[in-house]
């Protein structure tokens, strides 16, 4: 288990710091036990550092807080060794296992926003944090360790910044604080539960970095969990893959990731989104694979053509103008200030494209960039304050609601999150044939037949009409909302980060349907997300938004292996990539950019 | 080195028919279907239930029960009465004094009598029960109907017109109701609106329970139906083409009746509470109709001789009152969605 590689390892590698053995947890419920995890075994030796990668569901945070004893006092039942810094998890009295949190193991949580109190100072409850575990120090003491601590991670005048409340922060911020509050007893591991999931991509590197520094500076253990193989990729040593409650594969992370055993793992790598794939490369790639499935069976002549013909259709400028965007603005009011006076906020500060028939726009950005309030005002659910929208040769900037009736024939959107996007109360084939009553159609039995033969191209069932939305997951709610988008026939299709809230593998098929049903129905998209390999794979041209503003914009391939913006270059720096090898290259390069950016 | 992924390989791990695996066995029943279904494990919410709709029964059956089990509830009984007390007869002839212990409560008087006229307290229970419900699901009803439909128009057009019916809701719920109700029965005279004696009584009671009560509805479908608008399935409705009318009643007001259910059954316990007040003030209905309020009301002064015709108004009162909230509570536990899976 010891590993081979990394070298530059502070602590002498001792006996195990976490070690578990045979680790089963079981949740009681209403129809029969849940066997959240099932005979897991691993060790982390000090000063290693071992990812934990599964999808939703497998058990990976139910291990995590195991491992603080934070399944005392609920309804888990659990069974086998589990062992930290010397103090048996599963028997030591509460006590033990009081004494053991924080000291030997600390815990950062995924949400930062969440996780500090909001009516305490961060230095309240750093000096809370160190003083449980000290109760002999005094409160000089502890203050300068919470300063310590704070530096550590990289906050700026912290004697100063010591004294603020948790919303003087941003986001990725509180993470650094939330890790400086697990740091402040020295624990010998850290434990990372998505540490980053909630975060910008640029903050998620600079987070990531901080782990591994820390990591190599004090000699600590890390734990680090995710849904994410890429995240863990380039910080851990060893990588245990999860699913369904059962470690299904671990390993040395350079062997796991290039020569997986396990048929689940090559799964998972192969539906990672890969930023260094190109759009034609993967199109072509899954052209062959829908090809290669029909071939079995009626048409064993037909597969060269669908690979083939398309492609040369796909670059885009070849296509008529459908879409074109000129210097929009979207103002909001933000109150605040004295005496409630307003003042005016550019969500969108004048952003200008053209969109033309059959291609796809990809629209990068993190969150505040503007690219959602940029999809909703094409889609006409916002009014533009400034500028020109006009579709087909028609400006529909300002049209009212009633006359934009005919043109939500023709353009429809996917939102996000499937959960929210499909109301709970009506069945799904309710919720699809909407579009088509309200446009007019009177006829039930046509809008059920058209419901259902959608609902079969889109992979459901013609049966599950009847259903009501909870009984689906994730990726099958989001196959219903693309069925809801496509049932009116329409032109362009608005995605906004149509799969960031599914898992990588649900998250992979869905984009290729999607694929699919942009030949099929002859679709121009516009694909709005955060994630940069998925924006990659799908787009014949990117923007890049920061701000409101476009900060770059290109052929697809263009932006992204010769980026001119410095943006475009910290985004592409940042972005996690499977390879530990090159990760720890990007690592050097976003360590070279930020001190540039420190001396200017 | 860089990783060796086999492009050709991803090719076999879509797992086709996993899409439409794990569509679960529960997948046809509606939330309202889930709820009930919770609602019957919970046994504490249907003993409330049990006991709302009996008393339900119980008011519609009045005069089926009275004439089985009692008498009219007008109906004087003064010969067993104790004229010297006021109180029901006892058993000793010769103690001009004697009265019953026990308010004279027998087969022949399931609950016994009232002192002084010596009617029969069981009829007068049960069609007490008929004015308090009647009374108090009219006026929830008036409640929910302006509650849902301001509400519903504050929390979704917002601006101006939430501004408008917001501070109308604080405006309203600031009245001191108590007050108010009781000049408004002693200024309206007899035959206003057409309507006479205990039907004016009884509708002037309903509008004034509702008409003051609606901001308590209104409040907590404002607040679902703003939270309910920003969710993406009303963006999605309004980018198919949909008018404000179907994306309000189509859309929006489903998924606010399980929220607008629970509440209605939890003031009508108040509003039934609001009644026997206004009775017991006597600003309710005139007598000699019995109601549960002006009943208490009455014992009040006989609590010595006749403590039973305290304790049995007061315990039909509280048994009600605990028995829909005991019922309002697992509906709100059963339609929680917190709770949900």
Redesign the interface.
């Known amino acids: 288990m010891t590993n081979p590689g990394t070298g530059s390892r502070t602590a002498g590698s001792g006996g195990p710091v976490v070690s578990v053995r045979d680790l089963s947890i079981t949740f009681p419920a209403m129809d029969g036990d849940v066997n959240a995890v099932n005979g897991l075994s691993f060790d982390v030796p000090q000063g290693g550092a071992l990812g934990i990668v599964g999808e939703s569901g497998s058990g990976k945070s139910v291990t995590s807080l195991a491992l603080m004893g934070l399944h005392r006092g609920s309804k888990a039942r659990i069974t086998g060794g589990l062992t930290v810094a010397g103090t048996d998890v599963v028997a030591a009295p509460d006590s033990a296992i009081r004494a053991m949190r924080g000291n030997d193991i600390a815990m950062v949580f995924q949400d930062p926003m969440s996780s500090l109190h909001p009516q305490y100072t961060i230095g309240n409850q750093l000096i809370e944090a160190y003083r449980t575990h000290h109760p002999k120090a005094g409160k000089a003491e502890a203050k300068a360790r919470a300063v310590d601590a704070l530096d550590r991670v990289g906050i700026p005048e912290p004697a100063r910044r010591v004294n603020s409340y948790p919303h003087e922060f941003s986001g990725g911020m509180r993470q650094r604080v939330l890790i400086a509050m697990g740091l402040v007893c020295e624990p010998k591991v850290l434990l990372a539960d998505e540490p980053t999931t909630a975060l910008d991509v640029t903050v998620q590197a600079q987070i990531l970095d901080l782990l591994d520094d820390l990591r190599h500076d004090l000699g600590m253990s890390l734990i680090l969990v995710s849904h994410d193989l890429a995240v863990v990729a380039g910080s851990v040593d060893e990588v245990l893959v999860m699913r369904k409650g059962v470690a299904v594969e671990r390993g040395d992370v350079?062997r796991v990731?290039?020569?997986p055993e396990h048929?689940y793992t090559?799964?998972l790598?192969?539906?990672v989104p890969?930023i260094e794939?190109s759009r034609a490369?993967r199109r072509a790639?899954m052209r062959?694979?829908r090809a290669?499935v029909p071939a079995a069976g009626s048409e064993p002549e037909g597969a060269a053509p669908v690979a083939e013909a398309p492609v040369t259709k796909a670059s885009g400028d070849s296509g008529e103008l459908l879409l074109s965007v000129k210097n929009v603005r979207q103002k909001f009011k933000v109150r605040g200030g004295a005496f409630g006076r307003s003042t005016d906020f550019y969500a969108v500060d004048d952003v200008s494209f053209d969109l033309y028939q059959g291609e796809t726009l990809g629209i990068v950005g993190e969150s505040g960039s503007g690219k959602s309030t940029l999809s909703?005002m094409v889609?006409r659910?916002l009014r533009p304050s400034e500028g020109t929208i006009v579709f087909e040769g028609r400006d529909i900037t300002h049209l009212p609601?009633?006359q934009?009736?005919?043109l939500?024939?023709d353009?429809?959107?996917i939102?996000?999150?499937p959960y929210?996007?499909?109301?709970?109360?009506?069945?799904i084939g309710e919720?699809i044939g909407?579009?088509l009553r309200?446009?007019g159609e009177r006829d039930a039995k046509k809008i059920r037949g058209e419901v259902q033969g959608l609902l079969e191209r889109v992979?459901?069932?013609p049966s599950?009409y009847?259903?009501?939305p909870?009984?689906?997951?994730g990726?099958?709610r989001q196959?219903i909302?693309i069925a809801?988008a496509l049932i009116?026939k329409p032109k362009l299709v608005i995605c906004d980060e149509p799969v960031s809230a599914l898992d990588v593998?649900t998250q992979?098929?869905v984009l290729?349907l999607l694929s699919e049903l942009q030949d099929d129905f002859d679709l121009t998209l516009i694909f709005v997300a955060h994630d940069l390999a998925v924006v990659r794979q799908v787009s014949d041209r990117v923007v890049v938004m920061r701000k409101g503003q476009i900060v770059e914009m290109g052929d697809g391939d263009e932006v992204y292996e010769n980026p001119q913006h410095p943006y475009t270059r910290q985004l592409l720096a940042a972005a996690p990539v499977?390879?530990p090898?090159?990760a720890k290259s990007h690592r050097a390069e976003r360590q070279r950019m930020r001190r540039q950016s420190s001396t200017v | 080195m860089t990783a060796p992924l086999d492009a050709t390989e991803s090719a076999q791990h879509a797992e086709p028919e996993a899409i439409t695996q794990g569509v679960r066995d529960i997948a046809s029943r509606s939330l309202t279907q889930i709820a009930w279904q919770r609602l019957r494990r919970d046994k504490v919410a249907l003993g409330g239930g049990v006991v709302v709709v009996l008393l339900i029964l119980v008011a519609i059956f009045a005069p089926l029960l009275t004439h089985w089990f009692g008498y009219p509830p007008n109906e004087f009984h003064q010969d067993l009465i104790n004229p010297s007390t006021q109180g029901v007869l006892g058993d000793d002839p010769n103690d001009p004094f004697s009265t019953d212990k026990m308010g004279g409560i027998s087969w022949e008087h399931l609950l016994g009598l009232e002192p002084v006229n010596g009617r029969d307290l069981f009829s007068r229970i049960v069609y007490g029960a008929q004015i308090s419900l009647l009374i108090a699901f009219l006026s929830t009803i008036l409640c929910v109907i302006i509650g849902t439909v301001l509400g519903i128009t504050a929390g979704y057009f917002g601006g101006v017109v939430d501004t408008v019916i917001s501070r109308t809701m604080d405006i309203f719920l600031a009245f001191p109701l108590l007050l108010f109700a009781i000049a408004l029965a002693g200024v309206i005279p007899d035959g206003a609106f057409g309507l006479t004696d205990n039907g004016l009584r009884v509708s002037v009671l309903i509008f004034i329970i509702g008409f003051f009560s609606w901001p308590y509805i209104g409040r907590i479908v404002r607040g679902q139906t703003l939270t309910l608008k920003e969710r993406e399935f009303v963006e999605a409705a309004r980018s198919l083409g949909a008018g404000t009318g179907h994306i309000l009643f189509r859309e929006i007001l489903p998924n606010l009746v399980a929220p607008i259910l629970v509440y209605a059954t939890l003031l009508i316990p108040t509003n039934i509470l609001f009644e026997a007040a206004l009775s017991f003030l006597g600003v309710g209905i005139n007598p000699p109709t019995p109601t549960w309020g002006g009943m208490l009301s009455n014992s009040l002064d006989y609590y010595t001789q006749a403590p039973h015709f305290v304790i049995i108004p007061g315990l039909a009162i509280f048994v009600t009152v605990l028995a829909f909230n005991l019922f309002g509570d697992g509906l709100r536990d059963a339609f929680d969605p917190r709770s949900s899976d």
Do not use: I, K
């Open positions: 350079r990731l290039s020569a048929p090559r799964a790598l192969a539906a890969r794939v490369q790639e062959a694979d290669a909703r889609m659910l609601e009633r934009l009736r005919p939500r024939r353009v429809q959107m939102f996000q999150n929210s996007s499909l109301n709970p109360r009506m069945t919720s909407t579009a309200v446009q992979g459901l069932e599950h009847n259903r009501f909870h009984a689906f997951s990726g099958q196959r909302a809801r009116l593998s992979d098929q290729r499977l390879d090898d090159e």
